[in-house]
């Protein structure tokens, strides 16, 4: 199973970004996916999370400013992200937490990691 994010990118003050998350390979089933962000010199923080039936949680940085929705069809979870400020600079990371299958017969579930998109946004 891999993720992988995209539509990082820079950005002035105020401005909009729309990140994707794709999950690839033999999945079953993806319960909670998310969005984190870690900033220089600092730990990983949440973002938004939305679970399997849209049920979401925002961080508090995030609230009023973000919106998380996915694509169950298609694996993907996005992130709309509106006025946006240079505290907002940051690798975000998306999660997923992700049942999948292996050598025909068996299933298992963890968590999974993007490889992380950096958003940069200018004063």
């Known amino acids: 199973v891999q993720l992988q994010a995209s539509g990082g990118g820079f950005v002035q003050a105020g401005g909009s970004l729309r990140l994707s998350c794709a999950a690839s390979?033999?999945?079953?089933?993806?319960?909670?996916m998310g969005w984190y962000r870690q900033a220089p010199g600092t730990q990983r923080e949440l973002v938004a999370t939305?679970?399997?039936?849209?049920?979401?949680k925002y961080g508090d940085s995030a609230k009023g400013r973000f919106t998380i929705s996915r694509d169950n069809a298609q694996h993907t979870v996005y992130l709309e992200m509106n006025s946006l400020k240079p505290d907002d600079t940051a690798i975000y990371y998306c999660?997923?937490?992700?049942?999948?299958?292996?050598?025909?017969?068996?299933?298992?579930?963890?968590?999974?990691w993007g490889p992380g998109t950096l958003v940069t946004v200018s004063s």
């Open positions: 939305i679970s399997s039936d849209d049920r979401t």
């Open positions: 390979g033999s999945i079953s089933s993806i319960y909670d």
């Open positions: 999660y997923g937490d992700v049942e999948y299958s292996f050598r025909i017969y068996y299933r298992s579930r963890r968590g999974f």
